[in-house]
């Protein structure tokens, strides 16, 4: 997959491949977003995602929009740099839940730095996961 779009391979929509995350993944919070993953064999697309904007948080449906447009921008323009190299490093894929956790609308610039902090995290604990998986080979 080439360009920095979205691809449909690249969201997370299988019923029980979420239920999965929920169940079996670890979790890591960076206010306002919290990300539940899971990792997996090597797949199609590198990591899938899926974004979730509480009703319960933001009750007006056009502030939901907003916040997902933005965690979708901030994921799109950092998972090549932050993500990606190391889960093809790994060999795995990661199943990936933004759930948002504040009650108020949020600037960009504060969701793009916690986009950053949470995929240095999951990149760290697939290099990790890799790290340790090595020994026995």
């Known amino acids: 997959m080439q360009g920095l779009r979205l691809y449909k391979a690249e969201k997370l929509c299988s019923r029980t491949a979420i239920e999965q995350v929920f169940a079996q993944g670890r979790g890591t919070i960076a206010y306002p977003l ?7 064999a090597e797949g199609e ?26 965690v979708r ?15 093809q490093q790994g060999h795995v894929t990661a199943h990936i839940a933004f759930v948002y956790l504040a009650n108020e609308v949020v600037d960009y610039h504060v969701i793009e730095a916690k ?6 995290r999951i990149a760290q604990d697939a290099a990790s ?3 340790t998986a090595s020994p026995c080979d």
């Open 73 to 87: 921008e901030a994921y799109r323009l950092l998972r090549r740099s932050a993500l990606h190299p190391a889960l």
């Open 45 to 70: 697309a590198p990591a899938q995602i899926l974004i979730s904007i509480p009703k319960k948080k933001i009750r007006p449906a056009v502030r939901r929009v907003l916040l997902r447009r933005r």
């Open 34 to 40: 919290r990300a539940v993953y899971d990792f997996g």
């Open 129 to 131: 996961r890799q790290s």
């Open 115 to 120: 986009m950053s902090t949470l995929l240095a």
